[in-house]
């Protein structure tokens, strides 16, 4: 078959982009972005994906040149651009101002690569760097406000886009891959049940005549990894546990039981290690800190199962519901940098996976296909659209804090912001505790900024735009968000908090509402998951926390929206949850991933 060969150079975007190419039937292959051009002799086409680097730097990952004498085309995407661009004498130094999120761009030439595309189209950058003069031969066909945002050289069939084409926010952007893969001639007869009989025939192979110990959340991915190592290996050799952390939402653990069971799956165990997890995390408010100990845990006590069960490792594998984000996040590929440690990543795993001891059969994969397989393998829809739900579960959403922590020099930046957000009739306030985002492939730890006024007047579309600028200017803030309930903050204030069993309960309550809605109004498919988030702050002198909505709409997790909900269900909802006793304010979050993450932690 002909495939077209994605190089990867970190990031976030390469398996993103093998992934859109299978979208469109096509079939692609992933390299080390350092690849030797005879591994690439047969493939129809070659797409440098985007990565965190700067193509200058001495140290920087590069491709080998003889790739361009391939004779095939050639398609760079933002850091891939640049390097594209840079290989063929083209000068690329950093951007006069950081870009980060959605921009129109002007087409100038709708052929080849751009054919059908309209005159100005919405394209979605995260770069620092750009290419400031073109190499010999090339064209710019793609421009925004002093970018070169696509350049192509015609007679070789090599085009460089600094906007990502992969991200769904790109909104031709399959389009153009499209017209991209047409170039290449390639074959598009790739289905989702040629990867499922791959994959089992590659579980056979690499379980031989062992057997496969298992976690299982209930979520999607554990559920369709188990069911598919099932479907390989048979149920017998298929051992499958879901540990009680304590993290789970409210009846959770019953909930997951009974499906498993209606399910079929015979062989599920569980533990209730609650208890455990809690003693372990007393006075940990670090995020990274939590979630290690959370990682180790879960190994812990699989290990206690293995002990009590007498299983001889020499005949077991680890099998693990990994999917491509979680890899990519924790910086397990090769050129990626960390954004936060998946809990199916931590270094014991790391070194039982060098080791062979570890199987996990949707690693390649993004959540729309798990679905996909999940659906072919029979699963319920119920439990295929289940909302993803994060390892560490509702521990990762009950953010702690051990003393206040403002930027430096917070209110001179309030000032700042504040006249920023005059003419929308806003005020914002820094808010004393930090939450994890993402910018540029990197990981950030900053603070988020509160919006008070008229909020509920301000449509979100110019929300979008009034959060996207604020955290490209002000390097303080990684995500902004609304105060809905009340309407205005007068005093904050922190309050020492660890994860602890009442404050997980308070969340659960506000998290059933949440769920409760979801299923009320139909919105579980439109909204693509929606986390509940606890913050150790009471507003306005009233003791008790705040809770934070934060629903998003995505296809795959890299990048998500923030959910545009209607504004009298936003109002209802806030109000229930406001009506909880111990919360004291509710807030909405309007920040797009990047430059926030989904979860807080
Ligand atoms: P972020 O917060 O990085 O999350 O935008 C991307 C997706 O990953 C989920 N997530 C996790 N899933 N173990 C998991 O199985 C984890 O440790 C973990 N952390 C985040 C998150 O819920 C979202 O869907």
Not at 315 to 339: C, M, S, V
Request: a negative charge.
């Amino acid at each position: 078959m002909d495939k077209i060969a994605v190089l990867d150079f970190g990031g976030q975007y390469a398996h993103l982009i093998a992934n859109r190419v299978r979208r469109l039937g096509a079939y692609s292959e992933i390299f080390d972005g350092e690849t030797p051009a005879e591994k690439l002799h047969g493939y129809k086409g070659i797409i440098f994906s985007g990565g965190p680097q700067s193509v200058y730097e001495h140290d920087s990952v590069k491709c080998d040149p003889k790739i361009l004498e391939l004779g095939v085309p050639i398609l760079g995407i933002c850091y891939g651009h640049q390097l594209l661009a840079f290989m063929q004498g083209a000068k690329v130094e950093p951007a006069h101002m950081r870009e980060f999120g959605l921009t129109e761009m002007k087409v100038l030439k709708a052929e080849g690569v751009f054919k059908g595309l309209g005159p100005n189209e919405t394209v979605w950058m995260s770069h620092g760097d750009s290419v400031k003069q073109l190499p010999p031969g090339y064209e710019v066909i793609g421009e925004t406000p002093g970018e070169h945002a696509a350049i192509a050289n015609f007679s070789k069939n090599f085009y460089g886009f600094q906007f990502h084409v992969e991200v769904v926010h790109t909104v031709h952007g399959q389009k153009i891959l499209k017209n991209f893969l047409d170039l290449c001639g390639a074959d598009f007869s790739w289905k989702i049940d040629d990867y499922i009989a791959q994959e089992i025939a590659a579980i056979q192979k690499t379980v031989g005549d062992k057997k496969v110990f298992m976690m299982v959340s209930g979520g999607v991915d554990s559920t369709v990894a188990f069911a598919l190592l099932e479907k390989a290996l048979g149920p017998d050799r298929v051992y499958g546990l879901f540990v009680d952390t304590g993290f789970l939402r409210l009846n959770e653990r019953e909930q997951v039981k009974t499906a498993l069971k209606d399910l079929g799956f015979a062989n599920l165990h569980i533990r209730d290690e609650s208890k455990r997890y809690f003693d372990s995390l007393q006075g940990k408010y670090d995020p990274e800190a939590k979630r290690k100990i959370i990682g180790d845990l879960f190994l812990e006590v699989q290990q206690d199962v293995a002990d009590d069960l007498k299983l001889n490792p020499d005949e077991w594998l680890l099998g693990q519901g990994t999917i491509y984000p979680d890899t990519i996040e924790t910086g397990g590929t090769r050129h990626a940098a960390k954004i936060k440690t998946h809990h199916n990543r931590v270094p014991q795993i790391e070194e039982l996976m060098k080791k062979g001891r570890i199987i996990e059969p949707l690693a390649q994969l993004y959540k729309d296909e798990v679905r996909e397989v999940g659906e072919k393998l029979g699963l319920p829809q119920a439990m295929v659209w289940r909302h993803p739900f994060p390892g560490p579960g509702l521990a990762v959403r009950c953010l702690c804090a051990h003393e206040e922590k403002y930027p430096e020099h917070h209110t001179l930046v309030e000032k700042k912001i504040d006249a920023f957000l005059k003419p929308y009739k806003l005020t914002g306030k820094i808010l004393p505790i930090q939450s994890v985002g993402v910018q540029g492939d990197y990981r950030t730890y900053r603070h988020p900024l509160a919006l008070m006024g008229a909020v509920e007047t301000c449509d979100f579309d110019t929300l979008d735009k009034i959060a996207t600028r604020l955290v490209n200017q002000f390097k303080e803030i990684n995500r902004v968000i609304l105060t809905i309930a009340p309407n205005k903050i007068d005093t904050l204030k922190v309050q020492t908090k660890y994860l602890t069993p009442d404050r997980i309960q308070l969340l659960q309550k506000a998290d059933a509402k949440v769920s409760e809605f979801l299923v009320k109004h139909h919105l579980q498919r439109e909204i693509w998951q929606f986390p509940t988030v606890l913050l150790p702050l009471s507003v306005n002198r009233e003791s008790g926390e705040c809770v934070v909505l934060r629903p998003v709409s995505s296809e795959e997790a890299m990048t998500a929206s923030f959910y545009r909900m209607d504004q009298k269900l936003l109002q209802d909802l806030c109000k229930q949850i406001f009506e909880i006793p111990g919360i004291t304010a509710v807030f909405y979050d309007v920040t797009n991933k990047p430059p926030g993450t989904i979860e807080w932690e």
